[in-house]
T-cell receptor, first 115, second 110 residues
Framework: DGGITQSPKYLFRKEGQNVTLSCEQN?????MYWYRQDPGQGLRLIYY???????QKGDIAEGYSVSREKKESFPLTVTSAQKNPTAFYLC??????????????FGSGTRLTVV | EDKVVQSPLSLVVHEGDTVTLNCSYE??????LLWYKQEKKAPTFLFML????IEKKSGRLSSILDKKELSSILNITATQTGDSAIYLC??????????FGTGTRLQVFP
């Protein structure tokens, strides 16, 4: 079955540490997205990529970095520059082509906690 | 600034009640409005609305878009405890990005 896999489900980060969240999809989708979800604030866009080797900043990109070396993979690194990283992170993908777009498919999320 | 606003933020009902969730949007080059249900982890797709005044239905859930009023409602009739979730509304514009509202948390008690 096709879908999006995020790992790990839970992640603990120490102060000053960089951590990387994995997102892999086998849906042959062109576009991939990272969102952050905080209580009472809905989903906020961190980064998105519409094609391989290209990505754009979303609304809250500071303290985060991404890469898109393969169509299937869009890892997110939370750097030490992100001062409040504790949140639920959701990866999503979409077919990305005009006229065929029907929304996102989401992964199951990674809950990141700073300890 | 593009934004999507949902109301109420939280709703508590008893099984069998009917609920209406509201979503209003200000999205430049608006294309479509989407509703998702988030129970524990991954939001799951409910509806995508692009035409004004046309109701979409799936079982006890239905939704309609009003482009004149820049709004949408999601109705759930005869609620069940399994309907307890966060319901997310999102607007899309021409770059295929979604702008999400804060969500409505629905709790259905027996």
């Amino acid at each position: 079955d096709g879908g999006i896999t995020q790992s790990p489900k839970y992640l603990f980060r120490k102060e000053g540490q960089n951590v990387t969240l994995s997102c892999e999809q086998n849906l042959n989708h062109d576009a991939m997205y990272w969102y952050r979800q905080d209580p009472g604030q809905g989903l906020r866009l961190i980064y998105y990529s519409q094609i391989v080797n290209d990505f754009q900043k979303g609304d809250i990109a500071e303290g985060y970095s991404v890469s898109r070396e393969k169509k299937e993979s869009f890892p997110l690194t939370v750097t030490s520059a992100q001062k409040n990283p504790t949140a639920f992170y959701l990866c999503a993908s979409s077919i990305g082509r005009q006229g065929y777009w029907n929304g996102y498919t989401f992964g199951s999320g990674t809950r990141l906690t700073v300890v | 600034e593009d934004k999507v606003v949902q109301s109420p933020l939280s709703l508590v009902v008893h099984e069998g009640d009917t609920v209406t969730l509201n979503c209003s949007y200000e999205v430049t080059n608006f294309r479509s409005l989407l509703w998702y249900k988030q129970e524990k982890k991954a939001p799951t797709f409910l509806f995508m609305l692009t035409s004004s005044g046309i109701e979409k239905k799936s079982g006890r859930l239905s939704s309609i878009l009003d482009k004149k009023e820049l709004s949408s409602i999601l109705n759930i009739t005869a609620t069940q405890t399994g309907d307890s979730a966060i319901y997310l509304c999102a607007g899309s514009y021409n770059t295929d990005k979604l702008i999400f509202g804060t969500g409505t948390r629905l709790q259905v008690f027996p």
